[in-house]
C-alpha cells in the first residue's frame, strides 16, 4: 500500500511563486497602465491605440494558456514558468526598440505569451497541484502577494517616468524581471510533479470529458457574465464617480481604495467554509456583485458613500479572482486542472482583455455610467442564475 504524501507546507516554494507573481504582475501589466499617456506623448501614437496593443497580448495570453496548461499538467512548473521569465523580457525588448505601432504590438503579444507561462493562471495550476486540498489558503496568499504589484509597481514606473524617457524606463524593468524571476522560477518550482497514486475511487476528468457537461457551461457563462458586469464598472469607477460629481483627484484615490478593498474581499473568501458547495462562492459573489453596482449606479452621494461602496465592489471583484482560480479543482478535482483551466479562463482572459473597453462603450451607447452600471447590474442577475447550475 502505498503511503498518501501530505501536502507541503506553505513555505519557501509559495513564497517565491508570490514573490514572482508581485514582479510579474508589476512588470507585465501595470507598468504598461501607468505609462501609456508617456509613450503617447512621445511617440504621437493614439493612447487608445497603445491600450489596443497591450490588449493584443492579453488575447495572445488567453490563447497560449490552454497550452501552458496543458504543460503545466503533464511535465511541471519549472522549466515552462523560466522560459515565460525569459521570453517576458525579450517581448519588453521589443516594445523598448519598436520604430512603429505595428513592432510595439508585435513586442506586447510576445510579452502576452509570457503572461500566460507566469500570471494567476499558471501559479493557480501550480498551487491546485502541490497544495490539493490546502489550495484554498495557498491561493489566499499568492494574490494578496499579487495584489500588491500596482502599489509597488505603480510608483516606481511613475518615478522612472520623472527622470528617464519611457523606452529607458521599459529597458531596465525588462532587465530587472530577467535577473528576480528567472532564478525564483528555476530554483524555486518542481522540476517534475511526483506522480499521482491511483485511486479507483476518484473519477479523473479531462478536458474532452468536462466541455461536454452542461455544468461546465453554466460555470463559463456565469463566470463571463460577472467578469464583464465588474470590469466594466470598476475599471470606469473615475468617469462614473466624476459624473456623480467628485473631482478627478478625488475619483482616482476611489480607484486606488477599490485596490485595497480587493486585499479585504480575498480575506474574506478563506472565511467561506470549505464543506460549501462549489456554486455557493459564486453565488455569494455574483450576489454582492448585483447589491454594490446597484448602489454605485444609483446612489448619488456624498463622496464619503460612494467611496465606501466602491471599496464594496472591489473586495467583490477580489473574492471572484480566488472563486475563478479554485472553480475548476472545486468541481473537477486537481487532476488535468491545468487542461481544463486552461480552456474554462481563456474567454475570461478575453474579457479581461476588453475590459477598460466594456464600460465606457456601453456608456456612449446608454448616454451615462451610471446607465451602464445598471446594465451591469443585470449581467451580476445572470450570472447569480447560472452559478445555480453549475
Do not use: C
Not at 30 to 45: N, Q, R
Not at 282 to 302: N, Y
Amino acid at each position: 500500500m502505498t503511503a498518501v504524501q501530505a501536502p507541503p507546507r506553505l513555505g519557501g516554494r509559495l513564497a517565491a511563486l508570490s514573490i514572482g507573481q508581485v514582479i510579474s504582475w508589476g512588470i507585465l501589466f501595470y507598468a504598461l497602465i501607468v505609462a501609456s499617456p508617456a509613450i503617447a506623448a512621445d511617440t504621437s501614437w493614439p493612447v487608445a491605440l497603445v491600450t489596443l496593443s497591450f490588449s493584443s497580448g492579453l488575447i495572445a495570453s488567453a490563447a497560449a494558456g490552454v497550452f501552458v496548461g496543458r504543460w503545466l499538467d503533464e511535465r511541471g512548473p519549472r522549466l515552462i514558468m523560466t522560459i515565460g521569465s525569459i521570453v517576458g523580457p525579450a517581448g519588453l525588448l521589443v516594445v523598448v526598440i519598436a520604430p512603429n505601432l505595428g513592432v510595439f504590438t508585435v513586442g506586447w503579444v510576445i510579452a502576452g505569451i509570457a503572461q500566460s507561462a507566469v500570471l494567476y493562471q499558471a501559479a493557480f495550476t501550480v498551487i491546485a497541484r502541490r497544495y490539493g486540498a490546502r489550495r484554498r489558503g495557498a491561493m489566499t496568499i499568492l494574490t494578496l502577494a499579487g495584489g500588491l504589484a500596482s502599489t509597488v509597481f505603480a510608483p516606481i514606473v511613475a518615478g522612472l517616468l520623472t527622470v528617464t524617457d519611457w523606452r529607458t524606463t521599459f529597458l531596465l524593468l525588462a532587465v530587472f524581471l530577467f535577473f528576480t524571476t528567472v532564478p525564483l522560477h528555476w530554483f524555486g518550482l518542481e522540476r517534475t510533479w511526483t506522480p499521482i497514486a491511483h485511486d479507483d475511487s476518484v473519477q479523473v476528468h479531462t478536458v474532452s470529458t468536462v466541455v461536454r457537461t452542461g455544468r461546465f457551461w453554466m460555470l463559463e457563462l456565469s463566470m463571463l457574465a460577472l467578469a464583464a458586469a465588474l470590469f466594466s464598472v470598476t475599471l470606469a469607477l473615475i468617469p462614473l464617480f466624476m459624473e456623480k460629481g467628485l473631482t478627478y483627484e478625488l475619483a482616482a484615490w476611489a480607484l486606488g481604495l477599490l485596490g485595497a478593498g480587493q486585499v479585504i474581499g480575498r480575506l474574506l473568501y478563506v472565511a467561506i467554509p470549505h464543506t460549501a458547495a462549489p456554486w455557493i462562492p459564486l453565488a455569494a459573489t455574483a450576489g454582492l456583485s448585483v447589491a454594490f453596482l446597484a448602489l454605485l449606479a444609483l446612489v448619488p452621494g456624498p463622496p464619503w458613500l460612494l467611496i465606501s461602496i466602491g471599496i464594496a465592489a472591489g473586495a467583490v471583484r477580489g473574492a471572484q479572482t480566488l472563486v475563478q482560480g479554485s472553480a475548476v479543482a472545486d468541481r473537477w478535482g486537481t487532476h488535468n486542472y491545468g487542461a481544463i483551466n486552461g480552456v474554462f479562463a481563456a474567454p475570461i482572459t478575453l474579457i479581461s482583455a476588453i475590459g477598460p473597453a466594456i464600460g465606457p462603450l456601453l456608456a456612449v451607447a446608454t448616454g451615462s455610467y451610471s446607465a451602464m452600471a445598471l446594465i451591469a447590474v443585470a449581467l451580476a442577475a445572470l450570472s447569480l442564475v447560472f452559478a445555480r447550475f453549475s
